[in-house]
């Protein structure tokens, strides 16, 4: 079964600074993605980015940026010039690719979480 | 709708009781997910549904939770004889299909009394 850690309970960055969030991962799978979510206080999880275990090249979107290290298992969120709203829990999760086979396609596996404080 | 919705966005009630908590997806997503947030366990992972079948009931903690799905569209998850452990947020999600991003709802914070 596959396993998600963050090891990091909380995290706090100044406005306009930046941050990163750790993330490890444990699978015997070669095909599969990651995910990081952000949810806010209202509980709607938001998709912040994602990376596909085939590509090298790390993801970004806008302030948020991954550094995946596949051998390492490791997958890093970094976001850059930090804002008030992006105060939130994070998540990272797991999901299985298609040629994993059986059930286990559908679902995502979350980490515990990291709640990120943004000081103005 | 424009978003998954869920109902209710609380509920309480005392233990022994039987609860139904609703997700209506995106219109047109063939897949629906069900996961469970609560403070011990964190994000777990319930059941999903394609269509209106259920390939992966693994998650279902116990055989006191079921769920449903019907015209490929609306979602219920119910919880009977329920316990002070059931208590946490319920999260729906809904994909285009299996294996596309998961867009979530609100969820619904159970709690038992």
């Known amino acids: 079964a596959q396993t998600v850690t963050q090891s990091q309970p909380e995290m706090s960055v100044q406005e306009a600074e930046t941050v990163t969030l750790s993330c490890t991962y444990d699978?015997?799978?070669?095909?599969?993605?990651l995910f990081w979510y952000k949810q806010p206080p209202s509980r709607q999880m938001i998709l912040v980015i994602r990376q596909e275990a085939y590509k090298q090249q790390n993801a970004t979107e806008n302030r948020f940026s991954v550094n995946f290290q596949k051998a390492a298992k490791s997958f890093s969120l970094k976001i850059s010039d930090s804002q008030l709203g992006d105060a939130a829990m994070y998540f990272c999760?797991?999901?299985?690719?298609?040629?994993?086979?059986?059930?286990?396609?559908?679902?995502?596996?979350f980490g515990q979480g990291t709640i990120l404080t943004v000081h103005p | 709708g424009a978003g998954v919705s869920q109902s209710p966005s609380n509920k309480v009630t005392e233990k022994g009781k039987d609860v139904e908590l609703r997700c209506d997806p995106i219109s047109g997503h063939t897949a629906l997910y069900w996961y469970r947030q609560s403070l011990g366990q964190g994000l777990e992972f319930l059941i999903y549904f394609q269509g209106n079948s259920a390939p992966d009931k693994s998650g279902l903690p116990s055989d006191r939770f079921s769920a449903e799905r019907t015209g490929g569209s609306v979602s219920t998850l119910t919880i009977q004889r329920t316990q002070q452990e059931d208590s946490a947020v319920y999260l729906c999600?809904?994909?285009?299909?299996?294996?596309?991003?998961?867009?979530f709802g609100d969820g619904t914070r159970l709690s038992i009394l």
């Open positions: 999760a797991y999901r299985s690719g298609p040629s994993a086979g059986g059930t286990s396609y559908g679902k995502l596996t």
């Open positions: 999600a809904s994909s285009l299909r299996v294996g596309q991003p998961q867009h």
């Open positions: 699978t015997s799978e070669s095909d599969y993605y």
